[in-house]
T-cell receptor, first 120, second 114 residues
Framework: AQKVTQAQTEISVVEKEDVTLDCVYE???????LFWYKQPPSGELVFLIR??????QNEISGRYSWNFQKSTSSFNFTITASQVVDSAVYFC?????????????????FGKGTHLIIQP | DTAVSQTPKYLVTQMGNDKSIKCEQN?????MYWYKQDSKKFLKIMFS???????INETVPNRFSPKSPDKAHLNLHINSLELGDSAVYFC?????????????FGPGTRLTVL
């Protein structure tokens, strides 16, 4: 079965520091998709990025960047020059392309989240 | 306009009661989902619903039942509420039942069972 591990429960850094959130996944499928979501203190879930298993190019969006490495089954997220507004819980998630059989609901499999605290 | 909306935002009720949470999406999406986020922030899929096909996570008690009056709505009914049902429940939708599509989440409903 698929699994997503975010080993860092909580990270606290001072504003303007760079910070990397780790995500390691397990899947039997050869085609799958990885996602990052942000959950700010207000509670909503905000989509950040999607990456498919055949595209290992790193992606940069402003201060955010993602490093996908199939060899280590990792999809890490880096925030450069962190800001207080980046404080949130960040979730990594996995979705398998093949129809899930065996009684489970298809949908995202989430990691347990990393609580990022940016101190001013 | 809110893409995925849920009502109520907060729900406090007594053990043993029956309650419903409503979800509506105005994105024209084909697939909707319910997730449960527990007190440790762990998010877990409960149901997915697509073209009248309901897929249930095997760990969900049968006290929980989704009801879809039309493609834009997927309501969650919970019978005989228990203390352990206290959580935040998120509705989500995606364009298709396809693992590629990102899911858009509602604002969540915080359920407290006393």
């Amino acid at each position: 079965a698929q699994k997503v591990t975010q080993a860092q429960t909580e990270i606290s850094v001072v504003e303007k520091e760079d910070v990397t959130l780790d995500c390691v996944y397990e899947t039997r499928d050869t085609t799958y998709y990885l996602f990052w979501y942000k959950q700010p203190p207000s509670g909503e879930l905000v989509f950040l990025i999607r990456r498919n298993s055949f595209d290992e190019q790193n992606e940069i969006s402003g201060r955010y960047s993602w490093n996908f490495q199939k060899s280590t089954s990792s999809f890490n997220f880096t925030i450069t020059a962190s800001q207080v507004v980046d404080s949130a819980v960040y979730f990594c998630a996995l979705s398998e392309a093949e129809v899930y059989s065996g009684g489970g609901a298809d949908g995202l499999t989430f990691g347990k989240g990393t609580h990022l605290i940016i101190q001013p | 306009d809110t893409a995925v909306s849920q009502t109520p935002k907060y729900l406090v009720t007594q053990m043993g009661n029956d309650k419903s949470i409503k979800c509506e999406q105005n994105l024209g999406h084909d697939t909707m989902y319910w997730y449960k986020q527990d007190s440790k922030k762990f998010l877990k899929i409960m149901f997915s619903y697509n073209n009248k096909e309901l897929i249930i996570n095997e760990t969900v008690p049968n006290r929980f039942s989704p009801k879809s009056p039309d493609k834009a709505h997927l309501n969650l009914h919970i019978n005989s509420l228990e203390l352990g049902d206290s959580a935040v429940y998120f509705c989500a939708s995606s364009r298709e039942r396809n693992s590629y599509n990102e899911q858009f989440f509602g604002p969540g409903t915080r359920l407290t069972v006393l």
